[in-house]
Protein backbone atom coordinates (compact mmCIF):
# COMPACT_ATOMS: atom_id res chain seq x y z
CA UNK A 1 0.00 0.00 0.00
CA UNK A 2 1.24 3.23 -1.06
CA UNK A 3 1.68 6.08 1.82
CA UNK A 4 2.54 9.47 1.34
CA UNK A 5 2.68 10.80 4.76
CA UNK A 6 3.10 14.82 5.28
CA UNK A 7 4.68 16.61 8.04
CA UNK A 8 6.44 19.70 9.77
CA UNK A 9 3.34 22.40 8.51
CA UNK A 10 2.10 25.12 10.82
CA UNK A 11 2.48 29.10 11.58
CA UNK A 12 4.70 31.43 10.60
CA UNK A 13 5.09 34.81 10.08
CA UNK A 14 6.14 36.42 7.70
CA UNK A 15 9.80 36.20 6.54
CA UNK A 16 10.53 32.88 8.75
CA UNK A 17 11.20 29.64 7.67
CA UNK A 18 9.35 25.97 7.55
CA UNK A 19 10.64 22.63 6.95
CA UNK A 20 8.01 20.71 5.21
CA UNK A 21 8.71 16.62 5.31
CA UNK A 22 7.15 13.56 3.43
CA UNK A 23 7.78 10.00 4.21
CA UNK A 24 6.87 7.31 1.68
CA UNK A 25 6.26 4.18 1.49
CA UNK A 26 5.19 1.03 -0.50
CA UNK A 27 5.92 0.92 -3.73
CA UNK A 28 9.33 2.66 -5.89
CA UNK A 29 8.84 6.06 -7.51
CA UNK A 30 10.29 8.05 -9.92
CA UNK A 31 9.42 12.02 -9.86
CA UNK A 32 8.48 13.15 -6.18
CA UNK A 33 7.12 16.96 -5.74
CA UNK A 34 5.36 19.36 -3.79
CA UNK A 35 2.02 20.86 -4.54
CA UNK A 36 0.04 23.36 -2.64
CA UNK A 37 -3.62 24.82 -2.86
CA UNK A 38 -5.07 27.77 -1.12
CA UNK A 39 -8.49 28.38 -0.54
CA UNK A 40 -10.82 28.95 -3.61
CA UNK A 41 -7.73 28.71 -6.03
CA UNK A 42 -6.50 25.43 -8.18
CA UNK A 43 -3.66 23.20 -6.52
CA UNK A 44 -0.46 24.64 -7.75
CA UNK A 45 2.55 23.18 -8.76
CA UNK A 46 5.23 24.25 -6.30
CA UNK A 47 8.74 22.18 -6.61
CA UNK A 48 9.73 18.45 -7.78
CA UNK A 49 12.86 16.29 -7.98
CA UNK A 50 14.01 14.01 -10.19
CA UNK A 51 14.47 9.72 -8.82
CA UNK A 52 18.27 10.73 -8.45
CA UNK A 53 17.57 14.19 -7.21
CA UNK A 54 19.92 15.14 -9.70
CA UNK A 55 17.16 17.54 -11.44
CA UNK A 56 14.73 19.97 -9.45
CA UNK A 57 12.65 22.26 -10.57
CA UNK A 58 10.63 24.97 -8.89
CA UNK A 59 7.89 27.73 -9.92
CA UNK A 60 9.13 30.82 -10.55
CA UNK A 61 7.27 31.88 -6.70
CA UNK A 62 9.82 30.17 -4.68
CA UNK A 63 12.57 30.34 -6.67
CA UNK A 64 15.45 31.28 -4.63
CA UNK A 65 13.32 30.88 -1.31
CA UNK A 66 12.16 27.33 -1.21
CA UNK A 67 14.65 24.22 -1.51
CA UNK A 68 13.57 20.46 -2.57
CA UNK A 69 15.81 17.62 -1.36
CA UNK A 70 15.20 14.00 -1.10
CA UNK A 71 17.02 11.08 0.75
CA UNK A 72 16.31 7.83 -1.22
CA UNK A 73 17.94 5.57 1.26
CA UNK A 74 14.88 6.48 3.76
CA UNK A 75 12.87 7.58 1.63
CA UNK A 76 12.00 10.77 2.82
CA UNK A 77 11.69 14.57 0.50
CA UNK A 78 11.85 17.68 2.43
CA UNK A 79 11.11 21.43 1.46
CA UNK A 80 12.86 23.93 2.69
CA UNK A 81 10.56 27.38 2.74
CA UNK A 82 12.41 30.53 3.79
CA UNK A 83 11.65 34.46 3.20
CA UNK A 84 7.79 33.02 4.20
CA UNK A 85 4.88 34.96 2.24
CA UNK A 86 1.45 35.42 2.72
CA UNK A 87 0.66 34.78 -0.30
CA UNK A 88 2.93 30.80 0.32
CA UNK A 89 -0.62 30.23 2.87
CA UNK A 90 -1.85 26.91 1.45
CA UNK A 91 -2.51 23.42 2.32
CA UNK A 92 0.70 21.66 0.90
CA UNK A 93 0.26 18.35 -0.90
CA UNK A 94 3.40 15.78 -1.25
CA UNK A 95 2.89 13.79 -4.60
CA UNK A 96 5.36 10.94 -6.30
CA UNK A 97 5.06 9.74 -9.86
CA UNK A 98 5.33 6.12 -10.57
CA UNK A 99 8.36 4.73 -12.34
CA UNK A 100 8.84 5.50 -15.99
CA UNK A 101 8.26 9.77 -15.83
CA UNK A 102 11.30 11.40 -16.61
CA UNK A 103 12.87 15.17 -15.93
CA UNK A 104 10.27 16.17 -18.47
CA UNK A 105 7.50 15.82 -16.13
CA UNK A 106 8.38 17.00 -12.79
CA UNK A 107 6.28 20.00 -13.41
CA UNK A 108 2.98 17.84 -15.14
CA UNK A 109 0.12 17.61 -11.99
CA UNK A 110 -1.10 14.80 -14.54
CA UNK A 111 2.10 12.88 -13.93
CA UNK A 112 1.45 12.38 -9.91
CA UNK A 113 -0.80 9.43 -8.94
CA UNK A 114 0.43 9.52 -5.19
CA UNK A 115 -0.75 12.12 -3.00
CA UNK A 116 -0.38 12.58 0.67
CA UNK A 117 -3.37 14.11 3.01
CA UNK A 118 -1.89 17.56 2.70
CA UNK A 119 -0.52 19.71 5.39
CA UNK A 120 -1.40 23.62 6.56
CA UNK A 121 1.14 26.10 6.44
CA UNK A 122 -0.68 29.31 7.41
CA UNK A 123 2.05 32.51 7.36
CA UNK A 124 1.00 35.45 8.84
CA UNK A 125 1.54 38.95 7.88
Known amino acids: QVQLVESGGGLVQAGGSLRLSCAAS??????MGWFRQAPGKEREFVAA????????VYADSVKGRFTISKDNSKNLMALQMNSLKPEDTAVYYC????????????????????WGQGIQVTVSS
Open 26 to 31: GRTFSN
Open 49 to 56: ISRSGGTT
Open 95 to 114: AAAPPGYGVGYLNRRYAYEY
